[in-house]
């Protein structure tokens, strides 16, 4: 085979593939997109037994050959195209022993593709328990390949997995399973002499899929066509029929191999922990218990290491302003990178925790459930069931959740889900809710045990959520459609998470966190410091010479104070100033004044940005020796007209709010447009959030003020 080796992860949803390729490649691993399309491509590698390296691709998890989404349809064009730059010298296929029938589906197809296979028996653990017995030696002998059983969550049976595909050979030795030629002869040798191939069921695949694959020439897609045309070839009724041969002929495989004696008692525990968690009453009690304790962890458990980290960099400003030669350039760094890349950092213990969350819901099955549950709300609103999932995953960032509402068939269903997925609170927007909330909320504890500031954070989440399915409500008479949308979902047993793949999650996340939005709030920080530093020369000469007039007058004491005064001015009158003034009379009814003004501009980039603008902005205008933490400005600041702080109750609510609506992410417009392939939607989304956020901050505002 070579040196090197790639391999293919292939298997159905919850099969644990995903934890067995983080097992497999550690942390040596990148995501990327399949070339062309928008699908994620999760690579990585890793040594094997035989001391040869290998590439690792997770593909998209998949019930059939037969896509039922664009996720899904990656899988044949990976396995089939020998030329694709991924395509696997072995397939590893992920099966749940728990369901062996079932997940045999997929291996037979795949296997029916000749390409060599290993069949990682997945939680075997989980069957024995549940009293499954599977006779591993003699399943491996009636399909003719390796079979290894495995527990990616205990982490057993990787050695003899890593040497099982070590020693595959590059020729597939699987005998032979379903006869698909019988199915429809003759348009399978017409097929199979046009694509130069005796492989019976490729050619039975391609003219199944042949529309949607990037194989073929339009020459060859017409005559594919005309073949389908000549011979009355139906997908539908020849896919069921090649379905009902399959389980046929897996029954005979699996006779005298699974031993189910606990087959009653299989599913009893889920059963009755379900019986509670999906009931119309207890089961949304406790989801709102559970996000109220999420909520209350994020402040409760991150205070400390903030507390840390903000010390850090104020201790690190201060050490540069006193030991770094005084100039322009350690005035750029500690004011503008080092309180920009501040401004980020001191976010990760709240990012981290948030998505640990999330990763041990979703290892459980919780999530699942929670997707059972809201699809009864959704079908009231004109959101399909499968919109939950990508509703719930903007929660962590609407980008990958805009992405996966490709699942959806219906294409209202869609286009709805797109455009209010976005609204529901993303983790680029606590970073934002955590300062501001910590500046007007205080922090203490209602009953001995509610966080009233972790109360206020879930608040704004599910103002967010309520919002988002309003706003699909009155969309739903505004966009129409004739097809109906259905929701069919397998729910998972329950199962203890993974903890290694929770704190893999953690670390993973928190690092996309720190260098996606770090790259953007440095340039911005770097920019703004720029902007907020220098200004028109005439002004700044005016200042300039009205303060050493005012300084011949004063002591040591007063000229202190006049310096500080001097930065405001000189801040005031900066390109970010003019900047800021110029929007000040549209923002100003919101509560917001022109130095927040120019966070709202910046925040356009990245909402995040937010917090690095107002640490550059407040590091500019406190000067070299005024140190303290980005809280303790904001919260020190004045308004210069009333005297009263720049945030008070009423403008950090309004300023929430606004957050909570605008469409202020310049990826999330650009993964419309690419998911819609129009600039019609993205520029619908950014008019009609940018409205919203001004009328609720204004409302808000006015009432509370």
């Known amino acids: 085979?070579?040196?090197?080796?790639?391999?293919?992860?292939?298997?159905?949803?919850?099969?644990?593939?995903?934890?067995?390729?983080?097992?497999?490649?550690?942390?040596?691993?990148?995501?990327?997109?399949?070339?062309?399309?928008?699908?994620?491509?999760?690579?990585?590698?890793?040594?094997l037994s035989n001391g040869k390296s290998a590439e690792v691709i997770d593909l998209p998890g998949t019930y059939s050959l037969y896509p039922k989404s664009k996720d899904e349809s990656i899988v044949f064009q990976v396995l089939a195209d020998k030329n694709n730059s991924s395509h696997p010298d072995v397939v590893v296929l992920v099966a749940d022993a728990t369901n062996l029938r079932r997940n045999l589906l997929l291996y037979s197809q795949v296997a029916d593709l000749r390409l060599p296979v290993v069949l990682a028996l997945n939680m075997t653990d989980m069957a024995k328990k549940e009293g499954i017995e599977v006779d591993v030696n003699k399943l491996s002998e009636r399909l003719g390949i390796q079979v290894v059983a495995i527990s990616a969550r205990s982490n057993s049976g990787l050695p003899e997995l890593k040497e099982a595909i070590g020693n595959t050979t590059s020729i597939a030795t699987q005998v032979e399973g379903t006869d698909v030629h019988v199915l429809a002869p003759e348009a399978i040798n017409q097929a199979k002499n046009l694509l130069k191939t005796d492989n019976d069921y490729f050619a039975l695949q391609v003219l199944h899929q042949y529309e949607t694959l990037d194989l073929f020439s339009a020459e060859e897609k017409q005559a594919l066509g005309n073949i389908k045309k000549e011979h009355a070839f139906e997908s539908s009724k020849l896919q069921a029929a090649e379905t009902i041969a399959r389980y046929r002929y897996l029954s005979t495989v699996l006779t005298?191999?699974?031993?189910?004696?606990?087959?009653?008692?299989?599913?009893?525990?889920?059963?009755?922990?379900?019986?509670?968690?999906?009931?119309?009453f207890w089961g949304f009690a406790i989801f709102l218990m559970i996000l109220f304790f999420v909520f209350n962890s994020i402040f409760s458990w991150s205070s400390y290491p903030m507390e840390l980290i903000e010390n850090a960099f104020a201790w690190i400003t201060e050490y540069g302003h006193a030991h770094l030669p005084e100039g322009?350039?350690?005035?750029?760094?500690l004011d503008g990178v080092v309180a920009g890349l501040g401004g980020v950092v001191i976010f990760?213990?709240?990012?981290?925790?948030?998505?640990?969350?999330?990763?041990?819901?979703?290892?459980t099955g919780y999530m699942a459930r929670v997707t059972f549950m809201m699809d009864k709300i959704m079908r009231k609103f004109g959101l399909s069931g499968k919109s939950v999932v990508p509703m719930i995953g903007s929660l962590a960032c609407a980008v990958p959740s805009i992405m996966s509402a490709r699942n959806i068939e219906s294409w209202k269903d869609r286009i709805i889900t797109i455009m209010v997925a976005p609204l529901v609170s993303c983790s680029a927007r606590l970073p934002v809710y955590t300062l501001l909330i910590g500046l007007v909320v205080p922090e203490k504890m209602i009953?001995?045990?509610?966080?009233?500031?972790?109360l206020t954070l879930m608040g704004m989440y599910v103002i967010s959520i309520f919002a988002a399915i309003l706003v699909a409500f009155v969309m739903n008479f505004f966009i129409k459609a004739k097809e109906k949308s259905y929701f069919i979902m397998e729910l998972p047993v329950y199962r203890m998470p993974r903890w290694s793949n929770v704190l893999y999650t953690m670390y993973e996340k928190s690092k996309t966190f720190v260098v996606e939005a770090g790259k953007v709030i440095i340039a911005i920080s770097i920019i703004l410091w720029v902007m907020a530093t220098y200004g028109p020369s005439d002004r700044f000469a005016e200042i300039d010479k009205k303060y050493e007039a005012i300084e011949a007058q004063k002591d040591s004491v007063q000229i202190s104070t006049l310096e500080r005064d001097k930065s405001a001015e000189k801040l005031e009158n900066s390109y970010a100033g003019i900047l800021g003034h110029a929007i000040e009379p549209v923002i100003k009814p919101l509560g917001f004044d022109w130095k927040i003004g120019i966070a709202l501009i910046t925040s356009f980039a990245a909402r995040e940005a937010f917090v690095g603008t107002m640490a550059t902005i407040y590091s500019v205008d406190g000067g070299d020796e005024d140190v303290v933490t980005i809280r303790d400005k904001m919260r020190a600041a004045k308004n210069p007209d009333t005297g009263l702080p720049v945030f008070s109750f009423a403008t950090a609510f309004s300023l929430m709010l606004f957050y909570a609506f605008a469409m202020q992410c310049m990826s999330t417009v650009a993964v419309v447009y690419r998911e819609t392939k129009s600039w019609r939607w993205p520029m619908i989304q950014l008019v009609y959030m940018t409205a919203l956020a001004y009328v609720a901050s204004l409302i808000a505002y006015q009432l509370l003020k």
């Open 1 to 47: 085979m070579g040196k090197d080796i790639k391999i293919a992860l292939v298997g159905n949803p919850n099969t644990g593939k995903s934890t067995l390729f983080n097992l497999l490649t550690g942390l040596n691993q990148k995501i990327g997109n399949f070339p062309g399309i928008t699908v994620d491509k999760k690579v990585g590698y890793c040594k």
């Open 256 to 280: 005298g191999i699974v031993k189910d004696t606990g087959a009653a008692k299989k599913f009893v525990f889920s059963d009755k922990i379900d019986r509670i968690l999906t009931n119309r």
């Open 328 to 333: 322009i350039l350690t005035n750029l760094l």
């Open 348 to 363: 990760i213990p709240q990012i981290a925790i948030l998505f640990a969350f999330i990763s041990i819901l979703e290892d």
């Open 447 to 454: 009953w001995g045990f509610i966080n009233l500031q972790g």
